[in-house]
């Protein structure tokens, strides 16, 4: 169906910057909107910030200005650039999109394995 893969995490220290990929394979044509998420431990899963394949991007508050997220639709593949990074931004990212199948009219979450960003001196 649709399969994603993320990559870009790692440790980086506070003010830093670190981009992120998730690349959407199989069928990617049904795929509206790709987003990121992230969850930190104890904490509750959060929306950090989503893009249509028209690039309209909308992001979470504690983001606005320091994360920009894109969208490559010849490679279907999004991406979010983190700068000014906090420790509170560390998190497990996990890349989701979100998919219309029309023979359902229903809509369908599609999520990556996650990974890790480490904020840290």
């Known amino acids: 169906q649709v399969q994603l893969v993320e990559s870009g995490g790692g440790l980086v220290q506070p003010g830093g910057s670190l981009r992120l990929s998730c690349a959407a394979s199989?069928?990617?044509?049904?795929?509206?909107?790709m987003g990121w998420y992230r969850q930190a431990p104890g904490k509750e899963r959060e929306l950090v910030a989503m893009?249509?394949?028209?690039?309209?991007?909308n992001y979470a508050d504690s983001v606005t200005g320091r994360f920009t997220i894109s969208m490559d639709n010849t490679k279907n593949t999004v991406y979010l650039q983190m700068s000014s990074l906090k420790a509170e931004d560390t998190a497990v990212y996990l890349c989701?999109?979100?998919?219309?199948?029309?023979?359902?009219?229903?809509?369908?979450?599609?999520w990556g394995q996650g990974t890790l960003v480490t904020v840290s001196s």
């Open positions: 989701n999109a979100q998919r219309y199948i029309a023979t359902l009219n229903r809509y369908l979450a599609v």
């Open positions: 199989g069928s990617t044509s049904s795929i509206n909107t």
């Open positions: 893009v249509t394949r028209g690039g309209s991007a």
